[in-house]
């Protein structure tokens, strides 16, 4: 079993930067994704970045350049240091662990993000 544990969200200004932390315990495979998703309300979650355990990153289009995903393999912790924040980004975000090995993910409890206009 895998376990994840977020923390970093609240409410911030348009403009303001937010970092966020998940912290994953228990079974944890070499071969692995890390990443954060997000869902605002009435809307499909969506991947906001993820992170390999080689440290290839990938971020959709609409937080290229504002997001920046890291990863620190000793403490088996990832971040999400977002930046240049838009009301847009407003959801509740989500780690993720995903098992290469065994193809199965893992989730965190959500912490909500807030971006005032």
């Known amino acids: 079993q895998v376990h994840l544990v977020e923390s970093g969200g609240g409410l911030v200004q348009a403009g303001g930067s937010l970092r966020l932390s998940c912290a994953v315990s228990?079974?944890?495979?070499?071969?692995?994704?890390m990443g954060w998703y997000r869902q605002a309300p009435g809307k499909q979650r969506e991947l906001v970045a993820a992170i390999t355990s080689g440290g290839s990153t990938n971020y959709p289009d609409s937080v290229k350049g504002r997001f920046t995903i890291s990863r620190d393999n000793v403490k088996n912790t990832v971040y999400l240091q977002m930046s240049r924040l838009k009301p847009e980004d407003t959801a509740v975000y989500y780690c993720?662990?995903?098992?290469?090995?065994?193809?199965?993910?893992?989730w965190g409890q959500g912490t909500q993000v807030t971006v005032s206009s």
């Open positions: 993720n662990f995903r098992n290469l090995v065994v193809s199965r993910d893992y």
């Open positions: 228990g079974s944890i495979v070499s071969m692995n994704v």
